[in-house]
């Protein structure tokens, strides 16, 4: 049997790769050529996708159709405008399209936002994600959608504080909270006239409290509370959008590219730390990432608070936003 000939082969390969991209050329420039169709690709994290949706309203305004692919599809349950739609699935012609624009690195039908921040860390998200699009920053919080029957689906007499403790991120001691004695936070809730509620994939540290919901019963839930406490996850951004009076607890990511500052309603505390936002100076944070003081199994400086802190901070938050409590 003779041997395969893998000069020919390689040379077959090349040449269609180059009949390809010498079509793509044919192609005028996004400039000349303007689709009226868009794809636009973001396809996990829950509070990454979530910050896709300024994008969103902006590419409505420019495109005729726009074709969000999310495996978070769920977040936008409602969503007003009636030429963007929500894929969690693609058929095989739009993955071939997205295959051959990214392994061209061409952005013509489609704008990929897949480790687009990841590889552009030192800028907030959302810059992050308009630049990739080639468009200017519109600096404003996701908007979220709720039906009737959800706004209607809470019925819960007393004011409440939802926390938030567990998430994937969490499990990274540099993205978690420490020192904070639980307990005595509740109890000074409870005292203030909150009801509390912890949601999470999984009980966290006050399993008694806990509540088990689907994404949108999350939202719905969300949008009723009267304050959120929590680490910064997807949770924390979903209260954020919603305007809901926040304390969130950042580490070694640096709060000004997760949030606007000017239009964020609560208060971040992160501890000092003489490394301040290392993750953002490390190029591969978003594969492996360490404290620089005490690896992987200390306390980073950035992440130790104290109950007292958080109680006073609560304090501050009930009256800076005159929160109503029992």
């Known amino acids: 049997m003779p041997k395969p000939n893998w ?33 636009l ?11 896709i949706e300024p994008l969103i ?9 726009v074709i969000v692919y999310t495996k978070f599809q769920v977040l936008f349950e409602n969503y007003p405008e009636p030429n963007v739609v929500f894929k969690e699935n693609l058929n095989l012609f739009e993955k071939m399209l997205i295959t051959v624009e990214h392994f061209f690195h061409i952005s013509l039908f489609t704008i990929n936002l897949d480790m687009s ?16 699009a080639r468009l200017p920053l519109k ?3 996701p908007k979220l959608y709720l039906s009737d029957k959800e706004k209607n689906s809470i019925n819960r007499q007393k004011p409440f504080a939802i926390i938030h403790l567990k998430a994937s991120s969490a499990a990274k001691n540099f993205r978690n909270a420490f020192g904070i004695n639980w307990d005595s936070v509740i109890e000074h809730l409870e005292n203030t006239g909150f009801d509390i509620v912890e949601i999470g994939d ?13 994404i949108r019963e999350m939202i719905a839930l969300m949008s009723k509370a009267s304050l959120f406490i929590g ?37 971040i505390l992160q501890q000092f730390c003489e490394y301040a936002g290392c993750y953002h100076t490390n190029p591969i ?17 950035c992440c130790n608070f104290t109950t007292i802190q958080v109680v006073d901070t609560i304090n501050e938050l009930v009256a800076k936003y005159n929160i109503k409590h029992a």
């Open 7 to 39: 000069c020919f082969f390689h040379f077959a390969n090349l040449q269609s790769r180059c009949q390809i991209s010498f079509a793509y050329k044919l192609i005028p420039s996004p400039k000349k050529l303007k689709p009226s169709t868009i794809y």
């Open 117 to 132: 921040y990841e590889k552009d860390p030192l800028k907030h998200v959302l810059a992050a994600y308009f630049n990739a």
């Open 57 to 65: 309203r902006e590419l409505s305004k420019q495109y005729k159709k």
């Open 41 to 51: 690709i973001r396809k996990r994290a829950l509070g990454d996708v979530l910050w």
């Open 231 to 267: 680490i910064d996850s997807g949770p924390s951004h979903i209260a954020a959008s919603l305007e809901i009076p926040s304390i969130v607890f950042f580490g070694a990511v640096n709060p000004e590219f997760r949030h606007f500052k000017d239009q964020f309603k609560g208060i």
């Open 139 to 141: 600096r404003y919080y």
């Open 202 to 214: 999984a009980p966290g540290l006050i399993p008694q409290y806990y509540q088990s919901t689907s």
């Open 285 to 301: 944070a978003y594969k492996s990432h360490s404290c620089r003081l005490v690896g992987d199994s200390g306390i980073p400086k």
